[in-house]
T-cell receptor, first 110, second 111 residues
């Protein structure tokens, strides 16, 4: 069983605020990912990391940024939240070919 | 660029039925294909992983097949139960690339 945690689970925040979505995994996986998913739609990769100090942008353009200072931690930051950022954000890590997902953070920007 | 589609988009069946979910992909040079389950408002749970050299994988009442040449995979669910109600996602990985997800099939199994 994989352990990957996302906090908060739900967040409602005002426009212009800075927010950080947390993602942590305890399995020592090098590869970690952030996906954005609108209701009823497919997942889109927005950021990924293959290890400490390695970060790349994904297929979907995003105004968010990420960091990977420690293997187990891969936070995502929005410097100035906008209503268009309202979505579900899913974090994942990989062991070999298998992917493990957190429970997601549902973000609403009002 | 890899594109993944899933048919049907939604499916509602009575309990006990056997059912088939379909996944198609455009680039057949895949590394692996994985089926996931997603419950409403939750993350994804991996169900079955099929490597490019394999033709099928089974886990309990689930069986996934892979036909790389035609760019298709099917997920077969036997004797469906209300607890199987969820969205089922197919994801394809090409060599040196990241997963590309399909839009999912939303399944409702009625008691």
């Amino acid at each position: 069983e994989a352990d990957i945690y996302q906090t908060p689970r739900y967040l409602v925040i005002g426009t212009g605020k800075k927010i950080t979505l947390e993602c942590s995994q305890t399995m020592g996986h090098d590869k970690m990912y952030w996906y954005q998913q609108d209701p009823g739609m497919e997942l889109h990769l927005i950021h990924y990391s293959y290890g400490v100090n390695s970060t790349e942008k994904g297929d979907l353009s995003s105004e968010s940024t990420v960091s990977r200072i420690r293997t187990e931690h891969f936070p995502l930051t929005l410097e100035s939240a906008r209503p268009s950022h309202t979505s579900q954000y899913l974090c994942a890590s990989r062991r070999g070919q298998e992917a493990f997902f957190g429970q997601g953070t549902r973000l609403t920007v009002v | 660029k890899q594109e993944v589609t899933q048919i049907p988009a939604a499916l509602s069946v009575p309990e006990g039925e056997n059912l088939v979910l379909n996944c198609s992909f455009t680039d057949s040079a895949i590394y692996n294909l994985q089926w996931f389950r997603q419950d409403p408002g939750k993350g994804l749970t991996s169900l079955l992983l099929i490597q490019s050299s394999q033709r099928e994988q089974t886990s309990g009442r689930l069986n996934a097949s892979l036909d790389k040449s035609s760019g298709r995979s099917t997920l077969y669910i036997a004797a469906s139960q209300p607890g199987d109600s969820a969205t089922y996602l197919c994801a394809v990985e090409n060599y040196g690339q990241n997963f590309v997800f399909g839009p999912g099939t939303r399944l409702s199994v009625l008691p």
